[in-house]
């Protein structure tokens, strides 16, 4: 089972034609199946409200189906009250936790650290020593 199913519907009223659209958030699993390349899940949403500009009601049930996990197959839409409906329906995901990158910077840092402790350090160290000790000797002098 995926984390879910969303949809937009765009319709006019049937009684004064008036366009109306619609993000369809309230999709409930209503259903299933195990099949050959794994669960099938239906999933529901009813749309039933009154019209804004006229008051008149209207009813839409969805129904799709997502198989195999992931993938919608196939969607159906029965209404009372509109006309010209259009609906387009995508799987939720929730946005995965990115782990990958903080990882990637912790290895970095270790390759960092392990080549200073290496040859890179040690010329490092020499040149760093250098300067601190040219910095003193001038020091010296203007003091
Ligand atoms: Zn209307």
Redesign the pocket.
């Given at each position: 089972m995926s984390d879910g199913i969303v949809g937009k519907a765009k319709f006019r009223?049937?009684?004064?034609?008036?366009l109306h659209e619609e993000e369809v958030t309230s999709f409930e699993a209503t259903g299933g199946s195990s099949r050959q390349m794994g669960d099938e899940n239906e999933y529901t949403a009813i749309i039933s409200e009154e019209?804004?500009?006229?008051?008149?009601n209207?009813e839409i049930e969805m129904k799709v189906w997502e198989y195999p996990t992931g993938i919608i197959n196939y969607s159906s839409e029965e209404s009372s009250g509109v006309e010209e409906l259009e609906a387009d329906y995508e799987v939720y995901h929730t946005p995965a936790h990115d782990s990958s990158r903080v990882m990637g910077a912790a290895a970095g840092g270790a390759i960092f650290g392990a080549s200073i402790g290496g040859p890179f350090g040690a010329i490092i160290g020499g040149i760093l020593g250098g300067l601190i000790g040219d910095s003193v000797a001038k020091g010296d002098k203007n003091g």
């Open positions: 009223c049937s009684k004064c034609g008036e019209c804004h500009n006229c008051g008149s209207y």
